[in-house]
């Protein structure tokens, strides 16, 4: 009985080792155009431009610190709401806040929100858009006092 790759020539080699690369090559072209045309890498539009203004991203940060605010985020039926205090613990009214929900894996499910005051301090707003996940809420003052914040949510 004869061993079929008996004996093995130059020429078998050969074609094994272009046969492997051909195949390892092939993938990872798939894999890297798959990954370019579903997420570029650019997760904030005009990202160089951001970071020509950081310093100012600072001062508003520098800013926030000194007024002390603390916010508390809950979900309570489909409803974030954003209890913002002082650092006496005293509610922040007539704040104009706008903000993010963002989703973290694809961007596109990203949804806008403007939150009203619903009682002294606390700031409401109805979900009309995100399912079910793990999802990063980004609130900030339209205009007025700097605020800004982020938290993480897990929708139900």
Do not use: K
Not at 69 to 78: K, P, S
Request: net charge negative; aromatic share 8%; charged share 20%.
């Amino acid at each position: 009985m004869r061993n079929p790759l008996n004996p093995l020539r130059g020429w078998h080699v050969l074609v094994m080792i272009i046969a492997f690369f051909s195949v390892t090559i092939g993938v990872n072209a798939t894999f890297i155009t798959l990954a370019l045309r579903t997420h570029p890498g650019e997760d904030v539009p005009r990202s160089y431009v951001q970071g020509l203004s950081y310093n100012d991203t600072l001062d508003r940060r520098r800013a926030q610190e000194a007024l002390g605010w603390t916010a508390r985020v809950n979900l309570v039926d489909r409803n974030i709401l954003v209890a913002i205090a002082a650092e006496d613990g005293a509610p922040i009214s007539g704040l104009n806040l706008a903000g993010t929900l963002v989703h973290h894996a694809d961007t596109s499910r990203d949804c806008p929100l403007v939150f009203a005051e619903s009682r002294p301090g606390v700031y409401a707003v109805a979900l009309a858009c995100g399912g079910r996940g793990d999802w990063r809420l980004e609130a900030h003052t339209v205009e007025g006092p700097p605020f800004e914040m982020v938290s993480e949510l897990w929708l139900p």
